[in-house]
C-alpha cells in the first residue's frame, strides 16, 4: 500500500516562496505520476501540477504556469512543488496526489487515486 505524506506548508507573504514536499512509501511502482490539487474555501479541487516517471514530462495548471515549479527527488521517492511569487489567491489546502496511469484527464481530480492529508498554504497579502 502507498502512502503519500506531504510536508512544507505554512504561512508566507505575497510574493514570497514556499517548497512543499511529498514523500511516496511502499508500492510505488504502481504508479505512473504524482502531482499536486489544491482546494480554497467554498471552492473546487484545482490541479496544480504534475510530474511523470516515464519522461520526467511536468504538467501545470493556468494560474500557476511560470510561478510554480514541480521536480522529483529520485532518491527520497519524494516529489517537490516549489513556489515562487505567491499571491492571496494561492491560499488553499495543497494535496500531494498520485496516478497509476497518467493521460488526456490529468487535469481531474477522478485521474488520481492517491491523496496524501493535505498542507495548509496561506498566503497574506
Known amino acids: 500500500q502507498v502512502q503519500l505524506v506531504e510536508s512544507g506548508g505554512g504561512l508566507v507573504q505575497a510574493g514570497g516562496s514556499l517548497r512543499l514536499s511529498c514523500a511516496a512509501s511502499?508500492?510505488?511502482?504502481?504508479?505512473?505520476?504524482m502531482g499536486w490539487f489544491r482546494q480554497a474555501p467554498g471552492q473546487e479541487r484545482e490541479f496544480v501540477a504534475a510530474?511523470?516517471?516515464?519522461?520526467?514530462?511536468?504538467y501545470y495548471g493556468d494560474s500557476v504556469r511560470g510561478r510554480f515549479t514541480i521536480s522529483r527527488d529520485n532518491a527520497k521517492n519524494t516529489v517537490i512543488l516549489q513556489m515562487n511569487s505567491l499571491k492571496a489567491e494561492d491560499t488553499a489546502v495543497y494535496y500531494c496526489?498520485?496516478?497509476?496511469?497518467?493521460?488526456?484527464?490529468?487535469?481531474?481530480?477522478?485521474?488520481?487515486?492517491?491523496w496524501g492529508q493535505g498542507t495548509q498554504v496561506t498566503v497574506s497579502s
Open positions: 496526489v498520485a496516478a497509476r496511469d497518467f493521460g488526456p484527464t490529468y487535469r481531474h481530480s477522478f485521474a488520481y487515486e492517491l
Open positions: 511502499g508500492r510505488t511502482f504502481d504508479y505512473n505520476a
Open positions: 510530474y511523470t516517471w516515464s519522461g520526467g514530462h511536468t
